[in-house]
């Protein structure tokens, strides 16, 4: 079996990535297969996560930004951040970014462990932190409420989330959230001050070309 047949039976459910212990093993085992972070990270879809994302980071004139789940780094490809630092549980896709974006010194890479990550990822030292289809992937709630501290306390000015805002288990991998509730009871200093329908709404009949995220803009009181 191919590795691009085995990517698709992996995002349409129909092939398992071994018996994986919890969310980070998951995508440690799915990159170890030679496999990608998913559609909603290649062609039009990736375009259009960076169109509004450059855009927002040009109008706020946004020079350092984070992202909680860098993944294999081919989103990063139509960026335009002057610095930028990519956060991922996967050492494999941190290795691979590493790999990918060598001569460019205007990124960093690191694994989500606390003792490695930079000081700056911890207070708070960065003007946009991103997330972007990582929050229905954390399927075990104590992963999850640990990674919304993570991103929110990461930032000094904007957090951009782009993800499905509804409750629903999926498949074994996916977990959908209403995380605006969440933000609401636990981030009382950030405020929800824009909100960016997909331009490719789900379709179920081309789920590789199609999503459920929204883009959902925060700032910081």
Known sequence: MNSNLILKKIRHGMLKVGKWKDSADYWERRYQLGCDSG???YNRLALFKADVINAFVKENNIVSVIEWGCGDGNQLNY???PQYTGIDVSVKAV???K??????NSKQFYCNISELLPLKAIG???ELALSLDVIYHLVEDDIYEKYMKQLFSSS???VC????NFEKKHERHVRCRKF????EKNEPEWKLIKTIPNKYPYDNKDRENTSWSDFYFYEKL
């Open 79 to 81: 960026a335009q951040y």
């Open 95 to 97: 290795e691979m970014c």
């Open 161 to 164: 989330i782009y993800s499905c």
């Open 39 to 41: 559609a909603g990270s």
């Open 180 to 183: 605006t509730d969440y933000i």
């Open 124 to 126: 708070g030292g960065y």
């Open 156 to 158: 000094m000015r904007y």
């Open 99 to 104: 790999k990918i974006f060598n001569t460019d």
